[in-house]
Structure formats: C-alpha cells, structure tokens
C-alpha cells in the first residue's frame, strides 16, 4: 500500500528492471556503434543530460526560471579548463573545482533571483547569460580567449591512446556522470529539500507559511545546480579540448530547453529522455543545418502547445491508466478477494 | 565639453529608438502578459523588408518604413495566432512562462527563416537623408540620427493619441488596465491582442528600417536591441508606459555615456549592473505596480 501516497506525492519510483535494461544498453552502446562519429554524439548528448539533469532541478522542481544556466555551465567549462592549463592537477580535481566556480555564480546570480517574482526572474537570469557571453566575447585581456575561446589544456590527459579506446573511454566517463547526477537528484528529489522546493513552486504562500524558507531552499537549489552545470561544462572542455562563448547563446538555449520541455520539465527521466531524442534528432539533420533551428523551434512550439508536460509525464499517465484499468479488471473478476483482504 | 555634447545627442537618439522597441513589449505585456521575446526578431525582419523592398523595386528608403511596418504588423500577429492563443485560458499551465518559451521559439523560427533565406552576411541600408551638420568642429550629427529621433518621437506620440483618444486604442487601454471590467463592458479582448501584438510589432518594425543604416541589416540584428529593451521593461517595470519612456531614455543616457567615456564593450555590462542594483532595492521597476496586484 506504501505505493500510493509515494506517488501521489508526485516522487519519482525507481522502476528496477527498465532502470537496468537502460543502463547496460548506455554501458555497451559504445561497442555496438562503431563509428566514432555516433560515439562522439552520444558523448555530447551525455553532457547534456547533466546539465540539463542541473538544470532542471531549478527550472521543473523549484520553478524558478532561470535561463542562464548555460551560463554557468560555460563558467564551469573556463574554470575547469584554465586549471588544467595552468596547474598541473589531475582532472578530477579540475573538474570539481570548475564545479565549485559555476556554484559560485550560481548563488550571486541567485541572490538578486530570489527575491523577485515569476518572469522578472527569467528576465534577469536571460540578460545575465548574454552578458556573460558578449563579455567573453569582448574579452582582450586573453584569459578566456575572446571569441575564439581557449583551447590547448591537457583535458584528459588521452592523447597517447588509440582514438577509438579514447572516444570509448571518455564515453564512459561521461556516463558516469550522467549516472552520478541522476543518482544525486533522486536523492535530493526525495529528500525534504525537494519536497519543500516542490512545496514552494506549487504553492509558495502556504509553503512559506509552514515554514519553508523561500530564499534558504532556493538558494541551495541554485547552488546545487550550478554545481552540475559546472561539472558538464567541465566535461565538455575536456571532451573537446576547447571552450569557447559558442557554448552559450540563443541557438544553444532553444536546443537544451526544447529537450527539457520534449522531455518534461520536473521528472527525473524527463531530461534525460528529451536529451536522448532531441540530440538523435538533431545529429540526423547534421546535414541540413539551416533546417535544423528552424525545425527545433517548431518543435518546441508544437510540445509546449500540444502537451506542455513533455513526453514523460504523458506516457505516464498512459501507463497508469493502463495500470488501473488492467487492476479494475482483476479486481471486478475476482471480488470476493478484493473484499476479504480489505477486511 | 564635445565629448559631453556627443553623449547628449547619442542619448536622445539611442533614447527614442529603445522607447520605439520596448514600448511595445510593455503594451503586449500590459494587455496579454505576454513577455514578447519575438520583439528583437521584429526589429530585424524590419530591416529586412526595408532592405528587400528597396533592393527589388527601387523604392525610396521612406516608403520601405511603411512597407517595414506592414510586414511586422502581421508577422505580430501571426506570431499571436502561433505562440499565444492556443495558450490562452488553459487550466494547470503556467501562462506567462508558457508564453516566454513559445515566443522564444517563434523568435529562433523566423530568424533562421531569414538566415536560409538571406544568408548571415551583412547588408548595406542607405541613410534615409545622406549627410549631416557639424555643431563643434568635432561634434557632429547625420541628419539621418535626426530623422531617427524625430521619427521615433512622432511614432510614440502618435501611439499615445491613439491609445487615449482613438476607439481600439481606448480599447487597449481597459483591457490593460481591467481586463474583467473591460469584458463587462463588451470589449472583445481577444481581438484587442491581436490589435496590440500588430502594432507592438509593428514599432519594432519601424525601428528596425531607423536602425539599418547604422547597424547593417544582417539576421541576429535583433538580438542587441532585444537585450537593451529587456534592461529597459526591467528597469521600467512592465506594463508601464509612461515608465517605459523614461526608462528608455536613462537606458540610453548610461550606456551612450559609457560608451563615449569609456568603452562600447562595457555598455551592457555596466548596465546590467545597474539593473541589478535597481531590481535588489525595487524588485518591481522604478514604475511597476507589485507582480500580485497586477494579476
């Protein structure tokens, strides 16, 4: 019976055997494809289901609306790339303190978000990523490289490997990230943390009435996001050997929130199912780029008027109502259990 | 004392173009709260109907404006048929975030539209009025400037009759300020945001063809003066008129002052600070009401 509140609270189950089914077929992809062309694809795509996983833990479960995540993923992406240029850590440590720098920005972007109400704080965080871009752009001190970006960091560490072991390897570290960041929303999504953010974006004056602090909660959901945002903009500068402003921007904005919106903002398999879809999509096209936007954008407007909830949550209601009437079903044949275990 | 002459030029220029932008971003978003992220792509494809007209027939530069105008006004309208009215009244959804993403995506529709179409190069447009006339030996102003300031005046004092003395424009006016009340009364407001998104795309339009002399007409022309106009309906707080008009003008002071006395790289920047700061003290604008009485 435990069943029923738990989703009734809207948590995520983990449904085991699909879970497994998902992930062995992610682990082997790599040897199935052989072409390190797709390899390369599903590495991206891996990226962005970590950032968008980030993403989507401010956007879908808190519901602050903040588009200038990207952003903070491109300053994670600068900060783990200029450590590995400049000192010689191993790139874990790079990695992690790209993140710490991307929470960083995360929270100052966060004070003044967090005080304002609705689309002022889209507004806000939209001209705060577009300024981030246009001073990268401007910039003539050479420290991120200007428009041209910076490249020439170790990344990995790789380049003595054999080019397809090393597009399988850094596959797999992708994936594990992608692994650790789904592992941490289910947790934090479980946790009081989520259900009060979740309590907050539903119903901000009763929430806060209960005690849930509105500026507490939010800012540790910035800071926790900007922390995987950053890490997936350090896997991108390792993965591509270069950052560069090209990682923010209008074009990247449409494409990453198209996939959350496909996908279903506020699920945990949302993101990564968008994610998966919309970079299928999009590496089809590769040879067609003029449609490609064009086609995205009709996408996004076809999703958010046709079914604003995204793929996931649809499905899911199928399912459930297969689920019911399937258990209606069994329920009606063989009533006299039904009654005798309710008694 | 040049350098301070050249700013206050620059500002009532830059000043009378922003208002002519992101006045009809506060219309749209005072009758539908609908915050038209379509606005900046308005101002390009302007500049792109202005260039295409003149390009193929010849025309002079004066009638491109209206046929700039024209395009826009029904591109606005389109985009409300498009992104907006299948939005409209439906329950569980949350209308002005909807709404941001739909016409978001609009947006990147037309302008990679115009990118196939046109290709990303960048195209000459004319100076409505070649030339111009020396105040100082080293301040000078283009007589096309002129014409930009005059014509952006004109056009919001035009929009301001229309909205306080003509019969659709009174109509935008109630359902801005009591959409209810304004049903009550019998104002179809759907039909007022059709009216209201034309001509907010309209404005853009226009400043579009003012603007394409200066800088070039070329597909993510739009994107600067989306920017600037969003600093300005933030610093404004929006839905306001009035506020918008002042705003744009303090907007365009700072960042023709910025740019002048230090440099153009810094202008959005620095006025994003500024933002910041005015939106940690006043969390609405200098002019907007609180977010939960206007709702």
Known sequence: ?343 | MNAILQTLVSTIVQGSILALISIGMTLVYGTLRVLNMAQGVMVMVGGFAAYTVVDRTGVSPWISIAVAAAVTFLLGVLTYYMAVKPLLGRPGVDFEMTAFITTFAVATIVQNIILMIYGPRQKPFDPLWPGGINITSEVSITYHSMIMAVLAVGALVALGLFLSRSRYGLAITAVAQNLDAARLMGIPARRVYVVTMGIAAALAGIAGVLLAPLYFVYPNAGDLPLLQALIVVIFAGLGSVKGTIYASYIIGFLSSAVAIFWSSAFALPVLYIVILVVLVVRPNGIAGKPQEARL
Request: net charge positive.
């Open chain 1, 1 to 343: 019976m435990k069943s029923v509140p738990l989703r009734a609270l809207g948590w995520p189950q983990i449904k085991p055997i699909p879970l497994a089914i998902a992930g062995v077929l992610a682990a082997i992809l790599p040897m199935i494809l052989n072409s390190s062309y797709w390899v390369g694809v599903c590495t991206l795509a891996l990226i962005w289901m970590v950032l968008n996983q980030s993403w989507n833990l401010v956007l879908g479960y808190s519901g602050i609306w903040n588009f200038g995540q990207l952003a903070i993923y491109a300053i994670g992406g600068y900060a783990a790339a200029l450590v590995s240029l400049h000192t010689g850590l191993p790139w874990p440590i790079a990695l992690v303190v790209g993140g710490f720098a991307a929470t960083l920005v995360s929270l100052v972007l966060a004070i003044p978000s967090v005080r304002l109400r609705g689309i002022y704080v889209s507004l806000l965080t939209f001209g705060f990523s577009e300024v981030v871009r246009l001073l990268v752009i401007a910039d003539k001190t050479g420290i991120t490289g200007g428009t041209f970006g910076l490249s020439g960091f170790d990344g990995y560490g790789l380049q003595s490997m054999e080019p397809q072991a090393r597009y399988r390897l850094i596959y797999w570290i992708a994936l594990a990230f992608v692994i650790i960041t789904l592992v941490a929303m289910y947790f934090i999504v479980r946790s009081p943390l989520g259900t009060g953010l979740m309590a907050l974006r539903d119903n901000p004056s009763l929430a806060a009435a209960r005690g849930v602090s509105p500026i507490k909660y939010q800012l540790l959901s910035f800071g926790i996001s900007g922390f995987f945002a950053g890490i997936a903009g350090g896997l991108y500068a390792f993965t591509y050997g270069v950052v560069s402003p090209s990682l923010m921007g209008l074009g990247q904005m449409t494409l990453l929130v198209t996939m959350m919106v496909v996908g279903g903002l506020g699920t945990l398999t949302g993101p990564l199912i968008g994610t998966a879809i919309i970079t299928l999509v999009q590496a089809e096209l590769q040879n067609w780029p003029e449609i490609r936007l064009i086609l995205l954008g009709l996408v996004l407007l076809a999703i958010v008027v046709l079914m604003p909830r995204g793929v996931v949550p649809l499905l899911a209601g199928r399912m459930g109502r297969l689920n019911s009437w399937m258990s209606a079903g069994e329920s009606k044949e063989s009533k006299p259990t039904a009654t005798s275990t309710k008694t």
